[in-house]
């Protein structure tokens, strides 16, 4: 059976080989073997580079790095701080030992007016420093977390007994026409 395949093969014109004989393909180049393995039009795109994607990245990772940067000088700049006058009670709405929570800045936190006796009236974030718990005058003379049984000074918003470690932030009052409003809460 062989000799009849070489037998066909000569009939056809080629010369006859071995089986163990390799054939040899004429040479390709390069760019032949990638145009056959991608078949896209490489005249219509433009070629991107190492060197191109290398640019890329650095500039990404350049504009990341700027705009991180931003953002950090941004939160640390100083708040705009709260100085909308709020009306809180009538000048002589409070007898001594009363007090009155009151919404301030917004409708969504509180304050505590106290009037005391020799102090007058004072005014504080009713949020303990501690976790966020509204804080209660007693009317001894202390604000009462009920959370986790912190004390403060309701003369002054200073931590008396318990967790937190950080006074209460006053709440500057100012008088008007009979009003008492809140100025500005200012941290401690």
Known sequence: MAEGALHMVKEMGQPARAADEEVA???RTVEEEWRKEFPYPWNEDEIVTR??????LLAGSGALFAATGAIA????LPKDPNTTAIPIAK???LAEHQWKVFN???QYTQGILINLPGHGLVAYSDVCTHLSCAVLYQGDGKLHCPCHEGYFDAANGNVLAGPPTRPLPLIQLARHEGMIYAIKEIER
């Open 104 to 106: 301030y800045p917004d």
């Open 51 to 56: 060197r191109d994607t290398l640019r890329f």
């Open 25 to 27: 393909l004429p040479p």
């Open 73 to 76: 000088i941004l939160g640390a």
């Open 91 to 93: 000048d002589g709405e």
